[in-house]
């Protein structure tokens, strides 16, 4: 008897009616009647379980009946089709307790709030709904790569420990050997002779390898230390930064759009059960939403012209929209469906954008754009960045940048410069748009917030 998955049932389809099948993977629910008894079995290979039916006429009958609820086993039977419901079950000669579970395992087959799944976050992945999110979180990952190496972009890994903060945004971890609890600590004393931290960005690096490979594109952990609980920020996060030479804010924009609907096509295709399934959690038809998202041109307006729809609005705003001010999240939310599902808003104010962005011709403002969908608010933000040394130089210097540590930035001007852009993708906020999850905590594997990094 051949050793098998539930994937080669149901996605490869190699096994058909009344073979014989071996399987290992885990108890979900087990409902036990006198004469027989129904095991919902999963081994997580695909989003579907799988019935497997036994009765008293196996020599275990009793000892099967025990087993409880999350216990690993292995299964040996026939597949047969339910005369009940048309769907696959298994028809049990065999079943294998591996591993036991106590009667006091949690995660119990029954609706559980997800505060409490986020407590036990080692064994949520077990869960239907977990199951579903963490697979779309694989499927998008495989997708972003697929879509990049497809078009010959080098995958660059960028540091994870730096002495500059790319932001500018001065919320970075210390990383030290020194012993930071004394008073005043010498950095120069430090295992890098300078003040270090986890990295916030890829972008910097990323454009010195643009200046090389043309099209780049990184893919990997960032850390801010935001004293943040809201439901869209986390301490450590993924983030999907290109960086593209030879190219201005129109084309960077139309790669945006591309990319964005590659990604969410090849959900579409490869996980039709698990949007099924979270949009029956989520009460949103997730599948139509991206498919019209696809199938629908995004709309492309000026930071100020946006502000002119929103002034003009027939909604009273709690916060007032204004000229030359970023948008609050009751704004975004206005936008995207006004214009549909999405909408990219660019030529931002100057003076609440990063040193890096070019400054238009106006002086006001920058080639910078932010992508706001409908459910998920901002989820890309992207610029053409200044290539003009003095430019930048200046810019750094109005900001209170330290120009001295970013020296070979800025000599990126110098050698051969030429007009670039990029964006940067929050990987878990593009998950949170496919799956409608409304957490950003639920939809990575384990959360790391303020006061939270136990798993």
Not at 82 to 88: A, D, P, R, T
Request: contains cysteine; glycine residues 6%; charged residues 25%.
């Amino acid at each position: 008897m051949k050793k098998i998955e539930l994937q080669d049932i149901f996605l490869k389809k190699e096994f058909g009616l009344n073979e014989e099948v071996s399987l290992q993977g885990w108890i979900r629910n087990h409902r036990k009647q006198k004469q027989m008894g129904f095991i919902d079995f999963f081994d997580g290979t695909v989003f579907e379980s799988i019935q497997v039916v036994y009765d008293e006429k196996m020599t275990n009958f009793s000892e099967i009946s025990g087993y409880r609820v999350g216990s690993s086993i292995e299964v040996q039977g026939k597949l047969i089709q339910s005369e009940y419901n048309n769907s696959l079950e298994i028809v049990a000669t065999e079943v294998t307790l591996i591993g036991d579970s106590p009667e006091n395992f949690p995660l119990q087959p029954k609706k559980h709030s997800l505060e409490f799944l986020r407590e036990i976050a080692y064994l949520r992945p077990r869960s239907r709904l977990f199951q579903a999110v963490f697979r779309v979180r694989s499927v998008a990952a495989m997708a972003v790569h697929q879509y990049f190496q497809d078009k010959n972009y080098v995958y660059v890994h960028t540091p994870l420990l730096t002495t500059n903060d790319g932001e500018g945004a001065g919320e970075a971890f210390t990383v030290s050997a020194l012993d930071l609890s004394k008073e005043k600590a010498d950095f120069s004393k430090d295992f890098f002779g300078k003040q270090a931290s986890l990295a916030v960005t890829g972008q910097l690096e990323g454009e010195a390898f643009a200046m090389a490979f043309k099209n780049i594109y990184t893919f990997g952990p960032t850390f801010r230390a935001e004293n943040s609980n809201t439901k869209t920020h986390l301490a450590e996060f993924w983030m999907i930064e290109p960086e593209i030479a030879f190219c201005e804010l129109p084309e960077l924009m139309d790669l945006q759009e591309d990319f964005l609907k590659y990604v969410v096509k090849m959900i579409t295709e490869k996980c039709a059960s698990e949007l099924k399934f979270l949009s029956q959690y989520n009460q949103t038809d997730l599948l139509d939403r991206h498919l019209k998202f696809v199938d629908t041109q995004i709309a492309r307006v000026t930071h100020e012209d946006a502000i002119t729809i929103l002034k003009n609005a027939p909604v009273k705003f709690e916060f007032t929209p204004e000229y030359g001010e970023d948008l609050a999240k009751e704004h975004e939310k206005y936008l995207s469906e006004h214009f549909g599902s999405a909408v990219f808003i660019y030529n931002w104010p100057k003076d609440i954008k990063a040193f890096y962005m070019k400054v238009n011709d106006d002086m006001k403002t920058v080639a910078a754009v932010d992508l706001i969908v409908v459910g998920s608010g901002e989820l890309m933000g992207g610029s053409q960045r200044e290539a003009r040394y003095e430019q930048l130089h200046d810019r750094m210097v109005q900001m209170g940048i330290p120009s001295e540590d970013l020296y070979w930035y800025l000599n990126l001007r110098k050698f051969g410069t030429a007009e670039h852009s990029g964006f940067g993708l929050g990987f878990e906020r593009l998950i949170m748009f496919l799956t409608g999850m409304e957490n950003i905590r639920d939809v990575i594997p384990f959360h790391r917030t303020p006061q939270c990094c136990e798993f």
